[in-house]
Structures are given as structure tokens and as C-alpha cells.
Nanobody
Framework: QVQLVESGGGLVQAGGSLRLSCAAS????????MAWFRQAPGKEREFVAT???????YYVDSVKARFTISRDNAKNTVYLQMNSLKPEDTAVYYC??????????????WGQGTQVTVSS
């Protein structure tokens, strides 16, 4: 089992920045792919970014050049640095761990989510 706890969400003005953190416990963190997904009100959960156990990274087009995913295996933590935030980035952000990929079935473990709200 893997337990994931997100933190760092909040309210920010458009153009601002936030850094999300996801602390993992349980199975060996370094062997898992980690990802961030988000779900806006009335919309389906969507993929945001993923980082594999060897550090390969992939982003959804809408966040490229604005968001940066990283991981610290010594701290069992994955981060999502979000810059130049837009109102359309408003969502609950979820941390996930598993085999990898850009869809939800690739991840067996999920956090509870953290709210990010971007005001215009």
C-alpha cells in the first residue's frame, strides 16, 4: 500500500504561483511513477503531469512551460511547481502513484486532493 498526502493548494491571483507537494509513505517510492491530475467543477478528471521512476517527464499541452513536476526520492515527495496560473487552472489537484502513463488506470494509489483556486 502507498499513502499519499497532498499539500500546498490555496487561492492565488491570475499570474501567480503555487507549489504543490505530495508526501508518500508505504511501498518503495523510488520505484513508482508519480503524477498529478486535476478535476474542475463539472468536468472529468484530467491528466496534468507525470514523472517516471527514472525521471522521464510528460505534461499535458495546456500546462507546458508553466508547470514543472519534480521528485525527491530521499524525501519520498513529488512536487508540482505552478507558475503563470490562469483561472482555468482552478481545480482539485490529485497526486497519484503507480505504473505510469497519462490516464487514471495507470495509477493505483491516489491522494485526497488539494484545492487550487485562481482568481481573475
Amino acid at each position: 500500500q502507498v499513502q499519499l498526502v497532498e499539500s500546498g493548494g490555496g487561492l492565488v491571483q491570475a499570474g501567480g504561483s503555487l507549489r504543490l507537494s505530495c508526501a508518500a509513505s508505504g511501498r518503495t517510492f523510488s520505484s513508482l511513477a508519480m503524477a498529478w491530475f486535476r478535476q474542475a467543477p463539472g468536468k472529468e478528471r484530467e491528466f496534468v503531469a507525470t514523472i517516471s521512476w527514472i525521471g522521464s517527464i510528460y505534461y499535458v499541452d495546456s500546462v507546458k512551460a508553466r508547470f514543472t513536476i519534480s521528485r525527491d526520492n530521499a524525501k519520498n515527495t513529488v512536487y508540482l511547481q505552478m507558475n503563470s496560473l490562469k483561472p482555468e487552472d482552478t481545480a482539485v489537484y490529485y497526486c497519484a502513484a503507480g505504473r505510469g502513463g497519462t490516464t487514471s488506470p495507470g495509477y493505483a494509489y491516489w491522494g485526497q486532493g488539494t484545492q487550487v483556486t485562481v482568481s481573475s
